[in-house]
């Protein structure tokens, strides 16, 4: 059986050109780090006579927040984590849920697509952060948080699923067609799993959306979480080393979440052979 | 009619819109095509080839005209299937689900499924490859699942448009002695659309020459020499001559009009 | 392979949706499960909360914290502003009680109506603890003619003080619709803006050329204290100043809560005088290992170091009683805001409210059963 040898990450290091490039991801590192610690505070102080924290005192402040806290923060950093996390899987898994079938149908039935077209297309420049009193009004509780994190995930997973519907080769219908399928059977097993790497891709793109929202969503109305950890600590105390030190977090996070759902995509593209 | 004729096409006309203008793409088409026989179709480009083939897998509505099959076939069961020039498998199935398709879609059991995948694998000699995915495959490899494929629909007329256009010669040559031996395994009916003369006349037992568009019969030449055959014996030679003529006065007739229309447009 | 593509899908999806149908459940549907279970909201380092971070840290002859030993759970939430409180907490369901300016507590009741915000002021809080703060350029009153003033929030009792500080210095608000009192005669106007109390120090360091520069600020205590002791600025007048033992902060409950479970309200009330007389009695010792330890708390409560604490504890009056002086000046503050328009007289008989008049709806607003 023929099979393109996969080159394992091991592989990949001896590999002298993508060693280049971890070295160089370093040093850009090193240097953004460098310019973090020694050169913004005195650009601070002289621009607006105020001090700016430092690499080192937001990581320790960072650090820090896993095991103490002051006694206005009601939980220690992890827990703030698991807030925030469990707030945009369930935005995302929710905007999955309701995407992606719309927008298999809406690929799938023109009229159905024409009768959405306006609502989605006047929807999607709006920032979810702008659903804000739409949130508050018609929301209470954890709804109101999970539903900014929803409208970020969601127009990514639709679009590109919607986009993968569109790109099928027109050709697999004609061989579904001619091979006794009815519509029902192209629908799901054509379209559905023709679209699989534009869903994937969506996906992706939507967690890390939903993510992103995730500071200006708990600002609304959560007393707890990563978001309200970082506006509580900037706004309403003032003490920003802790907000820098909730933003590297909040960078981090994201930037596993991105690789895990990279790893994720990749993985079942291979399976299902399409890769 | 023929007695023995197991597709009846009448009267045959497919038109559509091209912008503001009608074209007629086949016209005053009759043919029977004979129940087991390996008939190809021969033709300058745009003479209606493809639009024939679609046509008869109902991909797409004739105008007017007729096509009757004169064989009931069995409840569940297409009359004709289809082989595209490109394949057309699905990329996210193995070489095996890619042939129970059509069982899946007639609902055939599991263990049935399995059974009847695996036979058509063996007649299209990929053991081996039951588990490897499209992309891993030569293009002849994947002209055979195609083909194993449309088998599996059971259907008794196999539609097959060009299907190793897109194969380099020799894979080409070991192909059509493969597909002969299906064919000859299988008693299916085969309507085989090429631009290959030398092909057309070592697989067929007939061999339609079509006009240009409106794609009409224009001749129907019998190939009467006994199977395998020998490209390089004289019968071969000569019928192949006599087709190539035929074509090629139709093949200088289309450039004719094209010619004369080029003309008129500059005029204007 | 369909159902392998299916498969993936469902899991990533179905992992998050079904924690949605959990966690949703769980908070809108709101109510404790338990008697003692009991939600409270207060104002993230807001030292006129600090009677709730001694309720719920201190332990009085025990292990336990006050809180526990009065046989209440308590599940704590940060605001950032007794508005926030008031509409996002109240209206909203998310809190049972919470201690909150009474400013908030009567003009967002009023505004919103009592169909939305059923609520009750059941005990106070503090007196006073507010400081009028300018910057190092700013002599007096009417150097701010033109210049940036700030609060923490216009619903707040801070920002009403700031109006009558104003007033009583003939300076209004520019752009404000109609001036406040046609008796006084204005000498000038300020510019107004919001800003959270975290923001006020960076705001007031910056250069006055800065068009983010913040020339004075009212805020509760620590923040006032905190930019005088940093040599940022320095007192122009103290709440106090302005209107004399006034209430600020109150404890407002969900009149639902307080109906469905009685007796946990009247042990969160115990919990509540227990916190203020350790409070008051360790704060007029200086030096004993309880003033250390308030100092302490303080501190933390407030992220504000030691020294910045001390003098915050300093402008501090907690009390939790409410006198027949209380209720007045509580209906003069209504009538203030009225005044300053920042409640509609109409409001009186909207959205549910039917009050007569402003005391009858101090009369109704404020009980005094649980003192």
């Known amino acids: 059986m023929m099979q393109a040898e996969d080159s394992g990450i091991l592989d990949r290091i001896k590999d002298s050109e993508f060693a280049g490039r971890i070295i160089l991801g370093i040093i850009g590192a090193i240097a953004f780090i460098l310019f973090w610690e020694y050169g913004i505070d005195p650009i601070a102080v002289s621009i607006s006579g105020n001090h700016f924290p430092t690499f080192s005192e937001s990581l320790s402040a960072l650090l820090d927040s896993f095991t103490h806290r002051e006694l206005w923060n009601p939980n220690y950093m992890g827990e703030h984590l698991g807030f925030s996390l469990v707030r945009v899987l369930m935005g995302f898994g929710i905007a999955a849920f309701v995407a992606i079938p719309l927008a298999l149908l809406m690929g799938w039935m023109r009229n159905f697509e024409s009768l959405l077209f306006p609502i989605n297309e006047i929807a999607r420049p709006i920032p979810p952060l702008a659903w804000i009193p739409v949130a508050v009004i018609l929301m209470s509780g954890e709804l109101k948080v999970v539903f900014i994190c929803f409208l970020g995930a969601y127009f990514p997973i639709l679009i590109n699923t919607l986009q993968g519907v569109k790109s099928i080769d027109p050709l697999l219908f004609d061989a579904a067609k001619t091979l006794g399928a009815s519509r029902r059977d192209i629908f799901l097993k054509v379209v559905v799993p023709a679209t699989s790497s534009h869903m994937m891709t969506g996906l992706k793109v939507g967690l890390g959306v939903a993510w992103m929202t995730i500071v200006a969503a708990e600002m609304i109305g959560a007393t707890n979480g990563v978001g309200w950890y970082i506006y509580f600590s900037a706004v309403q105390q003032g003490i920003y080393v802790q907000a820098l030190g909730g933003m590297i977090l909040i960078g981090f996070v994201g930037y596993a979440i991105f690789m895990v759902m990279d790893i994720i995509e990749r993985r079942s593209l291979k399976w299902m052979g399409m890769r | ?268 | 392979m369909d159902k392998k593509i299916i498969a993936i899908v469902l899991v990533i999806v179905l992992v998050a949706a079904a924690l949605a149908a959990g966690i949703v459940l769980m908070s809108s549907s709101g109510a404790p499960s338990a008697p003692s279970n009991i939600r409270v909201g207060y104002i993230a380092g807001d030292i006129h909360h600090l009677p709730f971070a001694i309720a719920n840290n201190v332990t009085v002859g025990g292990t336990e914290s006050i809180y526990a030993a009065n046989d209440l759970n308590v599940t704590a939430n940060g605001y950032a502003n007794g508005g926030a409180i008031m509409d996002t907490g109240f209206a909203q369901d998310a809190i049972d009680i919470a201690y909150v300016g009474s400013a908030p507590a009567i003009s967002k009741h009023l505004n919103l109506g009592k169909s939305m915000l059923n609520t009750s002021i059941i005990a106070q809080v503090n007196e006073e603890g507010s400081l009028i703060v300018a910057d190092l350029a700013t002599s007096n009153a009417s150097d701010l003619v033109g210049k940036k003033v700030a609060s923490p929030s216009k619903a707040s009792i801070q920002y009403l003080i700031l109006l009558k500080w104003l007033e009583n210095n003939g300076l209004n608000i520019t752009g404000d619709l109609k001036p406040y009192n046609g008796t006084v005669t204005y000498i000038g106007s300020v510019n107004y803006t919001d800003a959270a109390a975290g923001t006020l120090k960076t705001l007031m360091t910056k250069p006055s050329t800065d068009v983010d520069h913040i020339a004075a600020f009212i805020c509760w205590e620590p923040f006032g204290s905190d930019v005088i002791d940093g040599g940022i600025g320095h007192l122009l007048a103290s709440s106090h100043d302005v209107w004399p033992n006034h209430p600020c902060c109150v404890i407002v409950v969900s009149n639902v809560f307080a109906a469905t479970h009685p007796e946990a309200v009247k042990r969160f009330i115990a919990a509540h005088k227990q916190a203020i007389n350790w409070t008051n009695t360790a704060k007029n010792t200086n030096a004993t290992a309880n003033y250390m330890l308030l100092v302490e708390i303080t501190s933390s409560f407030t992220a504000k170091n030691a020294t910045v604490a001390a003098d915050a504890l300093a402008e501090m009056k907690y009390s939790y009683d409410i006198s027949a002086s209380t209720i007045d000046m509580l209906e003069e503050f209504t009538q203030k805001m009225m005044d300053f328009n920042l409640i509609a007289a109409s409001k009186l008989t909207a959205g549910g409210n039917t009050y007569a008049s402003v005391s009858d709806f101090i009369a109704n607003y404020v009980k005094t059963d649980y003192i």
């Open chain 2, 1 to 268: 009619m023929d007695g023995n004729a197991l597709i009846s096409i009448k009267d045959l006309k497919v038109s559509f819109k091209k912008g503001r203008k009608v074209v007629d793409a086949i016209d005053n088409f009759s043919f029977d095509v004979m129940d087991s026989e390996f008939v190809c179709v021969l033709g300058p480009s745009g003479c209606g080839k493809t639009t024939l083939l679609r046509v008869l897998s109902n991909l797409q509505e004739a105008t007017s005209g007729k096509v009757e099959v004169t064989r009931k076939v069995d409840g569940g069961k297409p009359v004709f299937t289809q082989v595209f020039q490109d394949f057309a498998l699905f990329p996210w199935r193995t070489v095996r689900k890619n042939i129970e398709f059509p069982l899946e879609v007639r609902g055939v059991s599991a263990g049935e499924k399995e059974r009847s995948s695996s036979q058509l694998i063996d007649l299209v000699n990929l053991d081996g490859f039951e588990d490897a995915h499209p992309k891993e495959l030569s293009g002849g490899m994947k002209q055979r699942v195609a083909i194993a494929r449309a088998l599996a629909t059971e259907a008794s007329v196999l539609l097959m448009d060009e299907p190793f256009g897109s194969l380099d010669a020799q894979t080409r040559n070991l192909m059509q002695k493969e597909l002969l031996d299906i064919w000859q395994k299988t008693k299916k009916t085969i309507i085989f659309v090429t631009h290959s003369v030398d092909e057309a006349v070592f697989l067929s037992d007939r061999i339609l020459v079509m006009t240009s568009r409106p794609g009409a019969v224009k001749k129907v030449f019998e190939v009467d020499i006994p199977r395998p055959r020998e490209r390089t014996s004289k019968e071969f030679i000569y019928i192949r001559g006599a087709v190539l003529a035929e074509l090629q006065a139709e093949f200088d007739k289309a450039q004719a009009v094209e010619h004369t229309r080029d003309k008129e447009r500059s005029k204007r």
